[in-house]
């Protein structure tokens, strides 16, 4: 996911990019703790930069409303 796709999604379809991305971390943890094989690390952190960039670009879009 680049942030330049992300700057071209509406308030709407941010946050369902960012609940879904929620979702998967949650469901990667629950998968973690039953089998820490089945896993791998590198997950992790893809979920975890894009839940930034999603947040980020919503922040950007809050803060150029605001001024």
Known sequence: MKTS??????????????TALLREQFNLRMQRGINPDAV???????????IARVK???NANRKGEQS
């Open 56 to 58: 980020t670009v919503m």
């Open 5 to 18: 796709e992300l700057r071209s999604k509406s308030k709407q379809e941010l946050r369902d990019e960012l």
């Open 40 to 50: 791998r690390s590198d997950q992790f952190t893809k979920v975890r930069r894009n």
